[in-house]
């Protein structure tokens, strides 16, 4: 249980963040600062650290304490076929249009442990474009991708991903695509190898590629305003000309600088063009 009085002030937080970017590389100063106070508390009181003092000692001197430190705080939340009638507008709207190219590029940025990016490539596989694809999924946290690179969910959630894979547009069954290793499901092997796993940030890294599509989903919520304007032009950077952007249902590019150079596909299930 979390200890009520375990709390920090706004210099302590600024304190914190100094030290995880000064001594591990993570910039976090431009997320939303009430929600990462929040995680920040709740993990002092998983472990029982009583003072900010205590924190800033542990996560200048223990590496091992560290790793789960930024596990716990990075909201982790993702399921396969998350919101289905995204990917079926995925697969009627935008589908057709990157048949139209000899080699396709997506980035699916913020992937967290796999899922969603496995769910896509999935549906792109049914519609005969995997094959074109070069698909980078991108994380910060390296636990993350290690997890997402060995392609393994809990089998417990499978029947609720069965479910959300048909209600997307799945055309086969969902188990024609692992394999069911103790409490595991293990993706199939065409699955992961269609996909490039890799480190990224999206606070300090720049454009990488070109893609005709990048998918960013729930994870801009979690960005104050001058992140979120920061992180839509690195993904207006990095798409080629009319090529589409696809984010989070709760997310907007309403507010956004460059909000005037995308079109909506589809407002509902938030997925834009480029236009400029």
Not at 96 to 123: D, N, R
Not at 202 to 228: A, G, H, M, P, S
Request: proline share 3%; aromatic share 10%.
């Amino acid at each position: 249980m979390i200890n009520p009085d375990c709390e920090l002030s706004t210099t302590e937080l600024d304190d914190i963040l100094t030290i995880v970017r000064l001594v591990h590389g993570y910039d976090l100063t431009m997320y939303a600062q009430a929600s990462l106070k929040r995680r920040i508390v709740r993990c002092m009181g998983l472990v029982k650290i009583q003072t900010a003092a205590d924190l800033r000692y542990r996560l200048t001197n223990d590496a091992i304490f560290f790793a789960w430190f930024l596990q716990t705080i990075m909201v982790n939340v993702t399921e396969m076929f998350r919101d289905p009638p995204f990917y079926s507008n995925l697969i009627e709207k935008v589908f057709p249009l990157l048949a139209s190219y000899p080699i396709i590029k997506i980035w699916h940025a913020g992937c967290s442990t796999g899922e969603e990016v496995y769910s896509m490539a999935i549906l792109l596989k049914e519609a005969n474009l995997l094959e074109r694809c070069r698909i980078y999924a991108t994380d910060l946290n390296a636990a993350n991708l290690d997890k997402a690179r060995q392609g393994i969910v809990n089998i417990q959630h499978m029947d609720d991903y069965a479910l959300n894979y048909k209600q997307a547009g799945g055309t086969h069954d969902l188990s024609d695509y692992y394999t069911v290793d103790g409490n595991h499901a293990v993706m199939q092997k065409s699955l992961r190898d269609s996909i490039l796993f890799a480190q990224h940030n999206l606070v300090t890294d720049r454009v990488f590629n070109e893609f005709q599509l990048v998918c960013c989903r729930n994870v801009l919520i979690y960005f104050n305003k001058d992140l979120q304007n920061h992180v839509i032009r690195l993904f207006h950077d990095s798409l080629a000309s009319l090529g589409y952007l696809a984010i989070g249902p709760k997310e907007s590019l309403m507010f956004t600088d460059l909000r005037n150079q995308f079109e909506p596909i589809n407002a509902e299930t938030r997925i834009f063009r480029r236009t400029r």
